[in-house]
């Protein structure tokens, strides 16, 4: 099986499930208890926060432990907008975002925020002259992705930290879910906030983190124990967050390797793709290295999906999120994709598991159940 479906999830490393197993076994007390075994928690915990404000740029103090990336988008949506209300209720996002970002704004739309929607160009990326005319005085937050999931565009996030921190009061938050590991991305960048979610770099899956360049105040959305500086209740999962800043390191470490690695990949993936005439690239080389999206004009994605699988090939349609639903994605929408070919598409993703042998191996099926498929 040759496992092409890394953005939707990763297998985790090996290191990372030894990990979790030993640190299960010898620091399972509560870390907030204040024994022996309760203080050692913590301090592997804290130490685990360190290495991750490290790997961002930022300190071990500003990041919040969470259940994942869902968790950590809706924390900073209504948590920000809701401690910096003073500011105003104009929010800005944009079209493609993930729907962890979308629907909670959709929500404080329901409840008196205006929202501006930035459209996208035919590559997924904004345009820093439409984003630099919706700044507001009112303008509470702004929050877009570095990475797009479905077809990986890249947002030029330096030039719109510039155009944000210089012409609003606005936070700027980064789901950097997709980049992290992928592309350099650090609040080097100038960013508020960013998430990044355990599962796509190997780690597991129900964890995750918020984190913030600076003292991160916000107003929590679970309420308990006090727990995270009383940001975010419920009793801290040690293990899982240990091996999160674990997989955390280790993706910063090998990221331009596997950036390289991954490019090498796509440049030959789009080669194969590109001998088709009914195929069109919905990624273009502009795009993140590990994501390849294209469609097949007039044919479901489930069947160009099922016919990979049965090839060994596991891929999927442009986002594992909606592809279990029957709805239209809305990032083709935006993308303005041609509607002849937003039914049939296919989203291949990396990870830093695979092999030169695997890809060669994938390259060959692909042109087989294309062609097959088309009647070639
Ligand atoms: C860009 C993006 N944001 C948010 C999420 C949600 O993250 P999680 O699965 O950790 O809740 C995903 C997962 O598919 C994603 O790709």
């Not at 360190?50 to 994942?68: A, D």
């Not at 105040?217 to 800043?245: C, F």
């Not at 994501?291 to 069947?303: V, W």
């Amino acid at each position: 099986m040759i496992y092409l479906d890394n953005s939707a999830t990763t297998r985790p490393y090996q290191d990372v499930l030894n990990a979790f197993v030993t640190i299960n076994e010898q620091y399972y007390a509560n870390p907030a208890s204040i024994h022996e075994k309760g203080v050692e928690a913590n301090q592997l915990l804290t130490r685990a926060r360190e290495q991750i404000g490290e790997v961002l740029h930022t300190k071990g103090e500003h990041i919040i432990f969470t259940s994942g990336g869902t968790e950590s988008n809706n924390l900073a949506i209504f948590g920000l907008t809701e401690q910096h209300q003073h500011i105003g209720k104009h929010i800005i996002t944009t079209a493609i975002e993930h729907p962890s970002v979308l629907n909670p704004i959709a929500k404080l739309a329901e409840q008196g925020y205006e929202v501006t929607y930035l459209a996208v160009n035919k590559e997924g990326q904004i345009s820093l002259k439409a984003l630099q005319q919706a700044l507001r005085k009112d303008t509470v937050l702004v929050s877009i992705m570095h990475v797009n999931n479905e077809m990986g565009a890249i947002q030029p996030i330096q030039a719109i930290a510039r155009l944000v921190k210089t012409q609003s009061r606005a936070f700027l938050h980064v789901d950097a879910i997709q980049s992290f590991g992928k592309l350099p991305i650090s609040f080097q960048d100038g960013m508020d906030v960013m998430t990044v979610s355990g599962h796509k770099i190997h780690a597991l899956k129900g964890t995750g983190i918020l984190a913030f360049a600076n003292r991160p105040l916000l107003v929590p959305q679970l309420l308990g124990g006090g727990q995270e500086h009383g940001l975010r209740s419920g009793t801290v999962a040690v293990a899982q967050n240990v091996v999160l800043a674990k997989a955390m390191r280790i993706a910063k470490r090998e990221q331009a390797m596997n950036e390289m690695k991954y490019r090498k990949y796509q440049h030959q993936l789009m080669e194969v793709l590109g001998c088709f005439q009914d195929v069109q690239m919905i990624s273009t080389k502009q795009c993140a290295p590990h994501i390849i999206t294209f469609s097949i004009k007039e044919l479901r994605g489930e069947i160009i999906i099922n016919a990979l699988q049965k090839e060994g090939v596991i891929a999927s349609t442009s986002s594992a999120c909606s592809s279990k639903q029957q709805t239209e994605s809305h990032v083709l929408q935006a993308l303005k994709v041609d509607t002849a070919y937003r039914k049939g598409v296919v989203r291949l993703s990396l990870g830093s598991l695979l092999t030169d042998e695997e890809i060669q191996q994938a390259c060959h099926k692909i042109k087989q159940v294309i062609a097959s498929l088309k009647g070639e």
